[in-house]
């Protein structure tokens, strides 16, 4: 999960939203919640969310890897991909209704990872799919995807954990 996130930066259809640096050291621990408010144009999406530990400019690290440049590294803390059409349950596909709000909310991988001070969080949210027109069929693990109708996402997002953890050493 370290792999640099920045290759995102820019990019239209990513959503991004990220904190001020702060100003102490911030640990998590535990299971964190994605919320999505969602709308689509489409009967069904994949959802991508990531959370992202944003170095300083001017970072030096204990130990220097080759190739790594460390002033504002994206480091990828959790992600996770979830198909719109399975948000209710694993095993029963279900459509979006075209342009109707409906809740998509996933659990992310645990985490134990501290921001330390001066870094930013950073929340992306990336809709793989979005630039494809998908329908469920009725084998739910069909999709037809048609690329050349564009389709409209729109969203609103929040984490919830169930731990929150701060101490020093």
Known sequence: MSEDQRFAEGRPDVLT???EA?????TLAGEIMAKLNIASSSTDADFAVKLIDIYPEDFKPAEKKDGVIYGNYHQMVRSEIMPARFRNSREKAEALIPNQKTAVNFRLQDVVHTFKKDTR??????????????????N??????SPRKKITQKLSLRYLMTVRLKWKF
């Open 17 to 19: 939203f990220t904190t």
């Open 22 to 26: 702060l100003t102490e050291d911030l």
């Open 121 to 138: 969080s950073r929340s992306r949210f990336l809709p793989p799919g979005s630039l494809c027109s998908r329908s469920i069929r009725r």
């Open 140 to 145: 739910s693990w069909t999709i037809r995807i």
